[in-house]
Structure formats: C-alpha cells, structure tokens
C-alpha cells in the first residue's frame, strides 16, 4: 500500500494563475479532506469529501475547488492563485464510521504564489 | 467553540531528558476522540495515538506515554530519555462533529521540540 500520495511536492506559481493539486489513496476509505497548514495556525479544513460524488465546505473553503469521481482520487484546484494562498497542503483519508478512524495524511504539498 | 490549545511554542532539551508536552482542549461533546501527530523535518505528519473520552487509562508505548485527564481537559504527552530523532513539531488535536455525520479535527497551533546531542 502506498498510502496517501500527493503531486506536486513544490510548486510556484504566479498570481492569477490556476492549478490542481493531486490527491490519491489506496486503502479504500470513503473520507477525504484537504488541509493547509499555516505558521502557528496548525491545520485547517479546507474541503472534504465522504464518498465518491459527493464534497463539501470546511472552515476556509475560498478559492478552492474540489471533485470526487473516484474513491481514489480527491483533487484540490486553485482557481485563480493568491499569495494569502501560499501554505502546505495536506490531502488525508480515513474510513467511514462512528468509531473515530484516524486519519492518514499524505507527505504535502509546499505551494509559494508570487 | 471547540479549541485545542498547545501553550509551548518551542520546547528545546539535551538528548537523554524527559520532555512534555502539553495539550488543553475545550469541547462541548461527551464523545470525542483525541489525537496526537508528529511531523518530522521532512514535513509528513504521522500519526502516534488516538484516544476516546471514555478510556481514561494512561498509554505508554516504548519512550512515548500519553496523560488524559477529563477532569482538566488535557491530554499530555512525555517522551522519556528524549533522542535527537525525536526532534519534530507535534501537533495535539480533537476531533469535532462537523456536518454530515463527517468529523473534522481541530489541530493545535503545535510545539517544536529540538533535541540536542
């Protein structure tokens, strides 16, 4: 199993400018959420989703966008870069349930916007 | 609101001390899971512990031990005979009932622990 897996590891992008961020899982879990992570913010909710078609908003959802074809695949896309965007992005997943399963987070995704 | 507040920004010690870290939360829920991850130099965050409200009873696994105390509110966590390998950020968090039965966590603002040789 690989786990979480995330692509891009670095990116640079300019104001304005959009992009996707990768997200796949292996293990088979119906959640999956993004992340970003802030200095001295810890993580934040960004969007999440419980099952293939169906997503939703976290806590700081603006300029972001999402989609779940797939039970492997959550993509995050930038719609049009800001530098206030600039973060680590986390992508994670756990099983569904009651039984709060943990959650697994992929390596993360360094993002500068110039 | 629930809150997870980590007090200590940057703890530093010499290799071979016991270091702890602290964790306070606020939480309106009876049910609620606690968790504590580690992220390495590398930047991944890994998962160590995951806790309920209802099992009280201390965790030890190897150098790492776990504190949960309801009456407090804190779910602490010691690294005894600290090495440098355990120099990493760590981040305590709560897990909160968020919409649709999905649950979201509510991550610390972290401490970085730097383990000197």
């Known amino acids: 199993n690989a786990g979480v897996t995330q692509t891009p590891k670095f990116q640079v992008l300019k104001t304005g400018q959009s992009m996707t961020l990768q997200c796949a899982q292996d293990m088979n879990h119906e959640y999956m959420s993004w992340y970003r992570q802030d200095p001295g913010m810890g993580l934040r909710l960004i969007h999440y989703?419980?099952?293939?078609?169906?997503?939703d908003q976290g806590e700081v959802p603006n300029g972001y966008n999402v989609s779940r074809s797939t039970t492997e695949d959550f993509p995050l896309r930038l719609l049009s870069a800001a530098p206030s965007q600039t973060s680590v992005y986390f992508c994670?997943?756990?099983?569904?349930?009651?039984?709060?399963?943990?959650?697994?987070f992929g390596p993360g995704t360094r993002l500068l916007v110039l | 609101a629930q809150k997870v507040t980590q007090a200590q920004t940057e703890i530093s010690v010499v290799e071979k001390e016991d270091v702890t870290l602290d964790c306070v939360y606020e939480?309106?829920?009876?049910?609620?899971?606690l968790f504590w991850y580690k992220q390495p130099p590398s930047g991944e965050l890994v998962f160590l512990i995951r806790?309920?409200?209802?099992?009280?009873q201390n965790e030890i696994s190897g150098r790492y031990s776990w504190n949960f105390q309801k009456s407090t509110s804190s779910f602490n966590f010691t690294i005894t005979a600290s090495q440098v390998v355990d120099s990493a950020v760590y981040f305590c968090?709560?897990?909160?009932?968020?919409?649709?039965?999905?649950?979201?966590?509510?991550f610390g603002a972290g401490t970085r622990l730097a383990v000197h040789p």
């Open positions: 994670a997943s756990r099983r569904a349930g009651v039984d709060q399963e943990t959650q697994y």
């Open positions: 806790r309920n409200s209802f099992d009280e």
């Open positions: 968090a709560l897990s909160e009932v968020y919409s649709g039965g999905y649950n979201k966590l509510i």
């Open positions: 989703s419980v099952g293939a078609g169906i997503t």
């Open positions: 939480t309106r829920d009876t049910t609620y899971y």
